[in-house]
C-alpha cells in the first residue's frame, strides 16, 4: 500500500480576503458581471463530511492508505484486501445522504458541477431538487463496477449482493459488524485480515473487477476530462467549494481559469495548493457558505418576480 505524499505540508490556512456576503455579491452578479448560471463548481471531500464521509486532508483526518491502482493489479490477495474492505464498507457509504451544501448547490442553477467526490451524493441532491445542472463525476463512481478486461459495466448493489453469497461467513469471521463500521473516503474500511475473502470475477467474460473510480496512480479517463473541460472552458469563472485541490486532476482547472483570467473563488476551511491562485477566498463551512449563496440567490428571484 502507498502512503499519500501530502503536497499540502507546510501551507497554512489563509485569511479570508472578502467577506462572504462580498464573495457572494460576486457569485449572484449583484455588483454586475457573472450571475449564478456563469460559474464552473469544483468540490471536494469537504462537501460530504457532514454526510459521515471522511476525508483524506482535513483537520480531522485520519491517516490512511489507500489503494493504488499498481497495488490492485498486482497480485489476487491486494485485490481480496480491497473487495473485503470495500464489501464491509459499502452498507454504510450507501446509506449517506445529501447534505445542506449539496442540497444548497442543487438549488443554484450553476453552469456545471465537477466533483472529486465519489459518493453520488451530488446526483441524489439534483434528484431531490429537481436540478438541472450537470454533474461529472471526475474521479468516477463507487455505485458502478466495472470489467477491465471487456468494460462491462454493473450496478454495485448486484455486486454487493454476489459478494455476499460468496461470502457467507466472512463478517462473522472477521468479527465486524458492516452497519457499525467506519468506513474510508473511497468507501472500504480497515480491515487487517482479507486473505479468506472470495472475490467475484466479471460473470460474462471471467475478467477483472474493479469498482469504476481513479485509484491514487490512475488516470481520469478522457472523455470524461473532456467533458469537465468543457464545462469549465465554457463558465465565466470557477468556484472550489471544500477541496484543497492537492491532486492535479482538480488543481488543473484553477490553473486553467487563472490563466485565462478568470475570477476564481475558493471556499474551505483548511489551505490549498490554489491559494495563491484565488480571486475570493472564504474560509467558512461550506455548508454554510453554499447555504447563504442559495439563499441570496433565491431571494434575488423573488425581487424581480415582484418588480
Not at 169 to 176: K, M, N, R, S, Y
Not at 204 to 232: I, T, W
Amino acid at each position: 500500500m502507498a502512503v499519500i505524499f501530502d503536497p499540502l505540508r507546510g501551507r497554512t490556512r489563509p485569511a479570508a480576503s472578502h467577506t462572504d456576503e462580498e464573495i457572494i455579491d460576486v457569485l449572484t452578479g449583484t455588483t454586475g458581471g457573472i450571475d449564478t448560471t456563469g460559474w464552473a463548481v469544483l468540490t471536494g471531500a469537504g462537501m460530504s463530511t457532514d454526510s459521515g464521509v471522511p476525508d483524506y486532508r482535513g483537520p480531522d483526518a485520519v491517516p490512511r492508505q489507500p489503494m493504488t491502482l499498481q497495488t490492485f493489479l498486482s497480485h489476487p490477495d491486494q485485490r481480496a484486501r480491497y473487495w473485503a474492505r470495500s464489501w464491509m464498507g459499502w452498507p454504510r457509504m450507501r446509506s449517506a445522504r445529501p447534505n445542506a451544501a449539496h442540497l444548497g448547490l442543487a438549488r443554484l442553477p450553476v453552469a456545471g458541477i465537477v466533483t472529486q467526490n465519489v459518493d453520488g451524493l451530488h446526483q441524489a441532491a439534483a434528484r431531490e431538487k429537481d436540478s438541472d445542472s450537470p454533474v461529472i463525476d471526475l474521479h468516477g463512481s463507487l455505485d458502478r463496477v466495472i470489467c477491465l478486461d471487456q468494460g462491462h459495466m454493473f450496478d454495485r448493489d448486484w455486486v454487493q449482493r454476489q459478494l455476499s453469497e460468496l461470502n457467507p461467513d466472512f463478517a462473522e469471521l472477521v468479527g465486524i459488524d458492516p452497519i457499525d463500521v467506519e468506513t474510508a473516503p473511497d468507501g472500504d474500511v480497515d480491515l487487517e485480515e482479507t486473505s479468506d475473502f472470495t472475490v467475484l470475477d466479471c460473470p460474462r467474460c471471467d475478467g477483472m473487477l474493479k469498482p469504476d473510480v481513479v485509484y491514487f496512480g490512475d488516470s481520469v479517463p478522457p472523455s470524461r476530462l473532456q467533458e469537465a473541460n468543457r464545462v469549465c472552458d465554457e463558465a465565466a469563472g470557477i468556484v472550489v467549494l471544500g477541496s484543497s485541490l492537492a491532486v492535479l486532476s482538480g488543481l488543473r482547472f484553477v490553473r486553467a481559469a487563472a490563466k485565462a483570467s478568470k475570477p476564481v473563488v475558493i471556499v474551505t476551511d483548511g489551505p490549498t495548493r490554489g491559494d495563491e491562485l484565488a480571486d475570493y477566498r472564504s474560509i467558512s463551512r461550506v455548508a454554510d457558505f453554499v447555504h447563504d449563496w442559495a439563499f441570496r440567490r433565491i431571494q434575488g428571484e423573488d425581487e424581480r418576480l415582484r418588480e
